[in-house]
């Protein structure tokens, strides 16, 4: 099993930059593709990045390309958000997955989840 825990949320201007991290642990392997979504309270899960198990591959939501570069370290077990020029319509909890296939958008196909960190962006 994997266990994921997300840290980093926080309250932010309009243009600041921020970095979440997910630290995963359990027996299953963590070095596999994990993936990043985001909620809002009445709206769906909505997928913001991917990176492969090496880190060799990425992928990103059309929303948040070229502001948001996933990276990870695969000896700390941890992956990073790292979030530049924040816009008010990134407020939202964001949720680390694990157990999709890389590059899934589909939440439902990931079978671990962190608890979410909330980031608040205000004007």
């Known amino acids: 099993q994997v266990q994921l825990v997300e840290s980093g949320g926080r309250s932010v201007q309009a243009g600041d930059s921020l970095t979440l991290s997910c630290v995963a642990s359990?027996?299953?392997?963590?070095?596999?593709?994990l993936s990043w979504f985001r909620q809002v309270p009445g709206k769906e899960r909505e997928f913001v990045a991917s990176i492969s198990g090496g880190g060799g591959t990425k992928y990103y939501a059309s929303s948040v390309e070229g502001r948001f570069t996933v990276s990870r370290d695969n000896a700390k077990n941890r992956v990073e958000l790292q979030m530049s020029s924040l816009e008010i319509e990134d407020t939202a909890v964001y949720y680390c997955?694990?157990?999709?296939?890389?590059?899934?958008?589909?939440?439902?196909?990931?079978?671990?989840w962190g608890q979410g960190t909330q980031v608040t962006v205000s004007s």
């Open positions: 359990g027996r299953a392997s963590t070095n596999a593709a």
């Open positions: 997955a694990a157990g999709g296939i890389l590059g899934d958008m589909n939440p439902t196909n990931y079978f671990f």
